[in-house]
């Protein structure tokens, strides 16, 4: 009896202590989340993800056959729309193979793929209707996409499945994108090949859309312009004006030009997407977010044919004039393996990018890692933008590049010292401007520049600081009107003998506790402009010996020890 009411006391203290913990817990509950909450270097609002009915409907059920040949373009879009009447909830496809042509998203709508399900588009040009819509930052008369939505609420594409554009049936292809059978092949498979036997189209209309401009009709419309479909490429994944927007879990592949295209979007939520095109698809972008506001993007993996994670804001004009910057974002622990960038900002930026957060983000072999641009003529402000943890390895070009001369050949460039020779105009709203731009924790093995900045006279790169960087490359910093720019614990190991830092027609330059490797000449100066400069390096005393100064500016660099 003695043993029996000895383990009921204990097993009462034991119940009481779970229930105090318990409320203990409970109250503390509130203090724990709030000293967890995530910080953020700018007031970023909570992202509102969309929520739906359990009701779940099955696109075999309103006739879908897989692994047929049999479009099962109105099954799916028959499915969306029947959920969406009925007050929302999942329409799931199945595992399996399935042909289909442009689906279109519906309001409350989670159209849920299951592990196995591979949706292939059409390259029937029939099924694809030209409608007004939007390409590069411009209004414009285009193919509808392979997935499309506009001015929709709670929508979602989720689970493990494949959404495949069969974007080779669309894109033009250049020859030195390919190896010498590659193209041998592509060739005779028909299509019809440039003027100058460089660039194969898929068709007689596609070849006119792009190199025969002049036998266009004068004034475009849906329907004089159907015979040249084939060059009105459209993007796969096209979201316009939506609200609570989740994308997750999900492969979109070859698509027919960018990827996934959210515009004018608010609360986007982007996570687990695989993102892939040929590395030779011509504007095969992976993920152009574009003129819209509070969202987040984690946990992606991207093999692209140009860039890969690209914050736009409409172009020239017509960009400033929507007046919608792309703001309010939050992108981390994603990876970039071939892009032409590997995060990039522009170079349609005309309506402003702002409140910008990229973190942990990883790029191997990507051409360039962290990448803006712009030109004159755009206009917008990018401001705000913070980039920290990111690493990167084999970078055939700039680890990090400013250019504002994209697609421009104005500018001329020193071959020897670097330095560019540009005439000033005026400020006025055609000008870009980037400035207040953070980047720390950076590492870069491998690269074939450190850093290159290309600004323009009448508005300089502007605020920017470098904190906490190790870079192995074969060139290193090179900088053309810029601004308030401070160096702050940067490392840098060149491959190959040359200059460490290089800067003309610059103020405000600070350089604290710089270190480098490998150099034949620390600092070269230059540019008439060039003021304010601050040379600081890490356990190493500066000489005369390692600084080059054009005579005429000689007083404005000071050397601290």
């Not at 109250?27 to 969309?50: C, G, H, I, R, W």
């Amino acid at each position: 009896m003695r043993k029996i009411i000895t383990n009921f006391l204990v097993c009462l203290a034991v119940c009481f202590t779970l229930f105090c913990n318990n409320t203990i817990d409970a109250q503390n509950t509130p203090q724990e989340k709030a000293s967890t909450k995530k910080k953020y270097p700018f007031d970023m609002p909570e992202v509102q993800l969309p929520k739906f009915k359990t009701d779940t409907l099955n696109i075999v059920d309103f006739g879908a056959v897989p692994n047929s040949k049999i479009l099962c373009t109105k099954a799916i879009n028959a499915a969306i729309s029947k959920c969406s009447e009925s007050g929302g909830g999942v329409v799931v496809i199945p595992s399996g193979m399935w042909a289909s042509g442009p689906i279109h998203m519906k309001s409350n709508v989670n159209l849920n793929t299951e592990n196995g399900a591979y949706i292939l588009f059409t390259s029937d040009l029939n099924q694809y209707q030209l409608i007004h819509s939007y390409f590069e930052g411009s209004k414009v008369i285009r193919c509808e996409s392979p997935i499309m939505g506009t001015d929709l609420e709670n929508i979602a594409i989720t689970g493990e499945g494949i959404f495949d554009g069969n974007g080779s049936k669309w894109r033009p292809v250049k020859i030195g994108k390919m190896s010498a059978p590659q193209w041998k092949d592509l060739i005779s498979s028909g299509g019809v090949l440039s003027k100058d036997g460089k660039t194969w189209y898929p068709s007689e209309g596609s070849f006119i859309g792009h190199e025969e401009k002049e036998k266009l009709p004068k004034i475009l419309t849906v329907e004089n312009m159907k015979p040249y479909k084939q060059a009105l490429r459209p993007v796969m994944v096209s979201l316009v004006n939506c609200k609570k927007v989740l994308l997750d879990g999900v492969t979109f592949q070859n698509s027919p030009a960018w990827n996934v295209n959210p515009l004018m979007c608010e609360n986007l939520t982007i996570s687990n997407l695989t993102i892939r095109n040929p590395w030779y698809a011509q504007n095969g972008d992976g993920l152009d977010i574009e003129s819209c506001r509070i969202g987040t993007v984690s946990n992606c993996k991207f093999d692209v044919g140009d860039d890969a994670i690209c914050i736009k804001s409409g172009k020239d004009q017509e960009g400033r004039e929507r007046g919608k910057p792309t703001e309010l974002f939050v992108i981390t622990n994603c990876v970039v393996y071939h892009a032409h960038g590997g995060f990039v900002i522009g170079s349609e930026m005309s309506g402003g990018v702002r409140n910008v957060l990229a973190k942990n983000l990883t790029f191997i072999g990507t051409d360039c890692g962290l990448r803006f641009k712009s030109v004159r003529g755009r206009g917008g402000v990018v401001e705000n933008i913070w980039m920290e943890d990111i690493r990167m390895s084999d970078i055939p070009t700039d680890a990090i590049n400013f250019n504002l001369y994209y697609f421009v050949k104005g500018a001329v460039e020193d071959p020897i010292t670097g330095e560019m020779i540009v005439q000033k105009e005026t400020v006025s709203e055609t000008t870009p401007a980037f400035k207040n731009m953070y980047f720390k924790n950076i590492y870069v093995d491998g690269a074939q520049q450190a850093l290159k900045i290309m600004g323009i006279p009448e508005m300089p790169v502007q605020n920017i600081q470098f904190q906490n960087m190790i870079i192995r490359s074969e060139v290193g910093i090179q900088m053309n009107y810029t601004a308030n720019i401070d160096f702050d614990n940067v490392d840098l190991k060149l491959d190959k003998p040359g200059i460490s830092a290089r800067f003309f027609n610059s103020q405000n330059i600070d350089f604290k506790e710089f270190n480098s490797e490998g150099e034949n000449q620390l600092f070269l100066v230059g540019g008439n402009l060039t003021k304010d400069v601050t040379l600081n390096m890490k356990h190493r005393k500066l000489y005369s010996k390692d600084i080059k100064v054009l005579e005429s500016i000689k007083n404005q660099v000071k050397i601290i020890e």
